[in-house]
């Protein structure tokens, strides 16, 4: 009985595994990915809250915004696409750094008007055209690269490296975890926010297995309450959609709370509409972590923070 019951498990396992790199596959395939195909130009304009800040911060900032790239050595790479306040071309100012970490098959291209809306708040924000970032390598490779930007680029002696952050989408989340927890330049981020990052099972077997308890930044985590992101089934013995409930709780307890960290649900969101409906609060989040902004803070601290009464979230837990 007992070698029926291993067998049987065996079975479920690979099963499993097989449905997942079968969704993982076709969605590679798809345009964009299958995911990002609401980010067109203007596209925030679409986003409606009745919360203030929401409002406020899912639409551009005051800075107009300006576009450099460079050629990666890495094929995956492709090149490194940089987004920035037009502003720093002719100041000694120093600006905060936010890493994007791409979902699957989602160059930075192929989404680009999210580039410049986060940037006008007054961030460097880099990019790349990896379509397989799951394990955090490209991440990495890119950080390094923008650690040592040329000397004769505009962004030489810009970029305020004490101020950085790292955001990641579905595989993206999960490449954002490993590029923070599993390479030795993940100790410059200073915050993290990821959107419906793909579940741990799921990660580990597509070679992107990560250990959320080894976060030590701030992190605040969102999924939809989607069939695409949370099943309803059990995501250990099968398909249980790309983010359930149940992992985004799991990863959460994992980390120290000594650590700020902060979950929450976009009530009805699908997968793919992620990025559009956490759009306002990651820029928000990003604003309060890496720039000191009070009035983003209100967002996510206390009692009353917006988060905790906004109809367009649910499951929100915090430390702060």
Known sequence: MRKVMKIVLILLGVVL???????????????NGGGNNDITEGYYERFQSDEPLEMRYANPGSFETSYTEFTSDNESIGKVRVWYPTELEGSDKIWPMIMVV??????????EPFFPRLASWGFVVVGNEDGQTGNGQTASITLDFMLNV???????RKIDYHNMGIIGYSQGGAGAICAV????????????????AAYPTL??????????????IPYFMVAGT????????????????????????SNYNSISDDV???????????????LMRSDGYMTAWMLYQLAGDEEAAAVFDGENAEILHNNNWQDVEKNQ
């Open 102 to 111: 791409n979902a699957s098959g989602t160059p930075a291209s192929s989404y």
């Open 17 to 31: 595994i097989l449905l997942i790199a079968v969704f993982f596959y076709i969605k590679s395939k798809l345009p």
């Open 181 to 196: 927890t599993k390479y030795e330049n993940g100790a410059y981020y200073k915050a993290m926010f990821t959107g419906s």
């Open 203 to 216: 990660a580990r077997n597509m070679g992107w297995e990560y250990d959320a308890s080894k976060v030590t």
């Open 226 to 249: 989607g069939k695409s992101d949370d099943s309803g089934s059990d995501p250990e013995t099968s398909y249980g959609g790309v983010s359930p409930l149940s992992a985004l709780t």
């Open 260 to 274: 700020q960290k902060v979950r929450a649900r976009a009530v009805g969101a699908e997968h793919e509409q992620m």
């Open 150 to 156: 040329p000397s004769d680029s505009v962004l030489a």
